[in-house]
Nanobody
């Protein structure tokens, strides 16, 4: 499975961005999908996750501002980010757990980062 993330950019504080991450490959089934972020000099942080059935979880700092969703038909996960703050500035990475039908095993995959910069 390959992941292609997009949607990052420069936005003013209070603005919004939507990140997308599309999975491609063959004979796989996506399980939990996640967004992480990493700012310079910090550890990678789990921002939000969504299970195959649609159960979501968020880190406290983004609750009420960010929304994760998925389109299973398009094998895509989204992160709608509203009321952005300068402290949201980071490289955002998508991550998925998936089941490989051919090997009958579970794997994980990471997308390349997409930079989000929020100016004050």
């Amino acid at each position: 499975v390959q992941l292609q993330a997009s949607g990052g950019g420069l936005v003013q504080a209070g603005g919004s961005l939507t990140l997308s991450c599309a999975a491609s490959g063959s004979a796989f089934r996506l399980n939990t999908m996640r967004w992480y972020r990493q700012a310079p000099g910090t550890q990678r942080e789990l921002v939000a996750s969504i299970t195959e059935s649609g159960t979501t979880n968020y880190v406290d700092s983004v609750k009420g501002r960010f929304s994760i969703s998925r389109d299973n038909a398009k094998n895509t996960v989204y992160l709608q980010m509203n009321s952005l703050k300068p402290e949201d500035t980071a490289n955002y990475y998508c991550n998925v757990d998936y089941y490989d039908v051919i090997s009958r095993a579970f794997f994980g995959a990471w997308g390349q980062g997409t930079q989000v910069t929020v100016s004050s």
